[in-house]
Structure formats: structure tokens, C-alpha cells
């Protein structure tokens, strides 16, 4: 094995290419902008060894967020940027809401409410480094904002689940999961030129990429919420795609966990008890009606169809996070960790491919249909040593290290060990920011110890 210390080295160095003035950019070719929850996988690598950056990060995502608390999943910092990424911001055009900051433009997707888990994460980590506690005091209400805006807005029964408007929102973007609703939308999507439109297949092998029709329903969905001027009451009765998603209300949950902590540490005791009836409904809410006991596992919720979505992707296993699941639930989903699903059938998985490998439209290298991503392995990392699970944790942790030292710092990777001599089993795009801020956190925190 080459040496790991040579390897945090140059983890650093992809972080320090991809950096631009105020924000890291998940890689500069295939996402030139900040993205949200990527901003919490790479601060908690800088928490590790350069907090000044790790804080700067999170205060440039937060000027991106709206009036209402909405907090986008893009900040669209460099305007020239535009011609190589598409959607862009005038595809948005987002100020059609009367909420958006005035000083920069944005998307109008959110993604995963993870920060306020990575800040508690990133102030302990750094050994509760001032200028980590100063941060949180200035976030701690933006973040507080940001879940009241959910709990208000995305919820429409009051049931403490709240729903994702867009594929994109999930942060699993072309999940098998969404295939039936977008198959649905075949007559209201209209005919845009994809294949002329789209810029990301100029840097990655097509067959890697989500394919062009799921890109028609991508941008019939934007368009339409632009229809909208943006308002969520709007969009919902319009919208065909209104899905309850394990891993975003998981995050939701583990946030909520973290604000209820951190609020007695920094004095913002006034928000506990907000939070804290929030967070009651979310996890009765996440036990009973997303999950399924006759799978073990939790799921997703149609609420335009109102019926479960029963697919096994690895956002089911995210709620390990939480405090939610019981013992006997723990158990059956570690049962799936372990079995064909997501260890394959003579253990020749490297864990944690993102879909069941025994579906028959389990694909090992085509974006979320398949491939191992890091920071899903981090999150079940987290979980399952929250529950006492440390070998498993070991093994996945040892899966992640060796497919980036195999492969490089790759977007994904192919989750099936048995390798093409000469083949690189790592896909989509190279010097991937989050695959590097992770290892290092991973090499700091879980792997020297
Ligand atoms: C892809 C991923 C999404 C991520 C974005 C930027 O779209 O699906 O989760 O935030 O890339 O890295």
C-alpha cells in the first residue's frame, strides 16, 4: 500500500487547487460553483488542519441564503463561470422570488439540511477551537431559520416529514428511486436539446452521467417552480414530484439533535424547546411512516401517489445517524450491510455501493445507480459507530481508503473488487473535493486512533 501520509498530502493539495477566494469547488471542470452540503463534507476535512479556511467556507455559503431561510444547493459566485455549467443562474432566474439575496444569485434547490451535524462535528473534532464556536454562534440562527423555513414550508400535513421538490434536492441525484415518477412525466416534458444544452458530458464518459431524458425532467421541474415565482404552496399543488426522503429527513433529524446541544453550550436556549417538539414528530414521524418492517429498513413516501417508494438505495441506512432507529431495526439494517445487497453475494462488494446490488437494474458504474460515493460511507461510518457498530464502521472505512488509494480521489467508484488489470475503477470527475476532505478527516479521526 502506497504511503497514506503521501496520500493526506496530496488530499490537501486537491483541496488547495480547488479553491477559489472564498469557497472550495467541488471540482472546478464538472461544478465551478459552491454547492451546500458539500461545503459541510469539505469543511469538516479543513476542521482537521486549516480552520480559518473550514470557516470561511461556511460563511460564504451562508450569503447565498434566501429571506425566507431557504438555503439554495448552488451559489452561483463566478458569473463567468456560466458558459460552462448549465443549469446556470438565467436558467433560474430566481429573482422571481420576492426572497433572494441581493448581493449574489443562486439556485432555488436546496439540498440535505446537514450543517448544523457538521458544525457540532467540526467543533469537536478541532478540540472546540474558538473560532469554531464563534462561527456556530453566528450560524446557529441562519441554521435555525433554515429548518423553521422547512418545517413551514415543506411539509404541507404537519406530519414532521418534510418533502424534496426535485431529484437534485435529495443530493442523490439520478437514484433509481425517482424512475417510475419520471416516467410518469413523459407528457409534460418538453423537448429541450439536451445533448447541446448539457456541458458535464464534455468532461465525463456519458455512460457515467445521468442519461438526457432524466435531464428533460430535471429542467421541466426548474421551469416549472420558475412558472411559480418560486413559492413552495405553489409548487406543491402544481408540481408532480412531492417526495418524503430517508437521508434529508435523517440529516434533518441529526441537525435538530446538534441545535439542541449546541443551543445550551452558546445561549440560544430560547430555540430548545422549538427544536426539540420539531424534532419529537420528525423521529416518530421517520419510524412509523418510512419505515417498513417487512424490508427492515426505512424508505421513501410518494405524497402525490401517497404510497411508499420500496427501492433500497443506501439514503434508506443513513437514518443510523439518528437516534430513531431501535435495537432490532439497527440490526436488520446491518443484516443488510453485510448481506448480497450492499456486500454482494460472496462479499465481493466494496462497501457501501448506493443501490441494492441484487436489483436487476443495479448499475456499477453509472453515478447514484450503483458506485460507492464517500461521503455516504462517511455518514454510515458516524451511524454505525453512534451504535456500537465499530467493526463494521472499520470495514467501511478501510473500503473508502483503499478505492481512493487504488484510484485517486475520484467522484465514485465501482464498487465490484474484482478488478480489470490496468482498468481505473474510480468514475466521473477526477480530484473530487469532498473524496479528499473526507479521507483526511478520516485519516485524523477514525484511522490514527
Ligand atoms: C452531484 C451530486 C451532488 C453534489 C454535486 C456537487 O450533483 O449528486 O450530491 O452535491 O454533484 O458535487
Redesign the pocket.
Known amino acids: 500500500m502506497k504511503n497514506i501520509e503521501k496520500i493526506i498530502a496530496g488530499a490537501k493539495m486537491v483541496l488547495e487547487d480547488n479553491w477559489r477566494f472564498n469557497h472550495t469547488l467541488?471540482?472546478p471542470k464538472v461544478?465551478p460553483f459552491q454547492?451546500?452540503?458539500?461545503t459541510a463534507f469539505i469543511a469538516i476535512g479543513y476542521a482537521n488542519f486549516n480552520i480559518e479556511r473550514a470557516c470561511g467556507e461556511y460563511r460564504s455559503l451562508f450569503k447565498g441564503q434566501w429571506k425566507n431561510g431557504f438555503l439554495p444547493?448552488i451559489v452561483f459566485w463566478d458569473e463567468a463561470k456560466s458558459t460552462e455549467y448549465f443549469p446556470g443562474s438565467s436558467f433560474y432566474d430566481f429573482s422571481r422570488s420576492p426572497n433572494v439575496p441581493k448581493t449574489i444569485s443562486t439556485s432555488a434547490l436546496t439540498?440535505p439540511p446537514i450543517h448544523a451535524f457538521a458544525l457540532e462535528y467540526m467543533y469537536s473534532v478541532s478540540s472546540q477551537d474558538q473560532r469554531i464556536a464563534q462561527l456556530i454562534k453566528e450560524l446557529f440562527i441562519p441554521i435555525f431559520n433554515y429548518h423553521s423555513y422547512l418545517y413551514k414550508n415543506r411539509d404541507p400535513k404537519h406530519e414532521g416529514l418534510i418533502y424534496i421538490n426535485h431529484p437534485?434536492e435529495s443530493?442523490?441525484?439520478n437514484s433509481p428511486v425517482w424512475d417510475d415518477i419520471l416516467t410518469s412525466m413523459k407528457p409534460l416534458v418538453p423537448d429541450y436539446d439536451i445533448p447541446a444544452l448539457r456541458k458535464d458530458t464534455r468532461h465525463v464518459n456519458f455512460a457515467q452521467r445521468p442519461g438526457n431524458y432524466e435531464y428533460q425532467c430535471y429542467l421541466f421541474l426548474i421551469n416549472l417552480f420558475r412558472k411559480q415565482n418560486y413559492d413552495d404552496a405553489a409548487i406543491f399543488e402544481n408540481t408532480p414530484f412531492a417526495i418524503q426522503d430517508p437521508l434529508f429527513n435523517a440529516l434533518l433529524i441529526r441537525s435538530n439533535e446538534s441545535l439542541i446541544k449546541l443551543s445550551g453550550l452558546l445561549g440560544f436556549d430560547d430555540k430548545k424547546d422549538e427544536i426539540r417538539s420539531w424534532n419529537e414528530r420528525s423521529i416518530r414521524q421517520l419510524n412509523t411512516k418510512l419505515y417498513d418492517h417487512e424490508a427492515g429498513v426505512y424508505n421513501y413516501f410518494n405524497l402525490k401517489s401517497g404510497k411508499s417508494i420500496n427501492k433500497l438505495t443506501s439514503s434508506c441506512l443513513i437514518p443510523l445517524i439518528t437516534g430513531a432507529p431501535e435495537k432490532n431495526q439497527i440490526e436488520s439494517m446491518i443484516g443488510l450491510l453485510t448481506g448480497s445487497e450492499f456486500s454482494g453475494e460472496a462479499r465481493d462488494l466494496f462497501l457501501c455501493p448506493s443501490y441494492d446490488s441484487t436489483a436487476p437494474d443495479f448499475d456499477n458504474k453509472r453515478?447514484?445507480r450503483g458506485p460507492v460515493w464517500i461521503n455516504m460511507n462517511w455518514l454510515l461510518i458516524q451511524g454505525l459507530k453512534r451504535h456500537g457498530h465499530i467493526e463494521l464502521a472499520d470495514r467501511i472505512i478501510r473500503d473508502s481508503i483503499d478505492l481512493i488509494l487504488e484510484n485517486g480521489f475520484f467522484e465514485y467508484f465501482d464498487p465490484k473488487k474484482e478488478q480489470v488489470s490496468g482498468e481505473k475503477h474510480g468514475y466521473g470527475s477526477d480530484r473530487f473535493s469532498?473524496t479528499a476532505s473526507l479521507l483526511i478527516d478520516l485519516y485524523y479521526n477514525h484511522l490514527k486512533s
Open positions: 467541488p471540482s461544478y454547492w451546500n452540503w458539500d444547493h439540498q437534485w443530493g442523490t441525484d453515478y447514484w469532498w
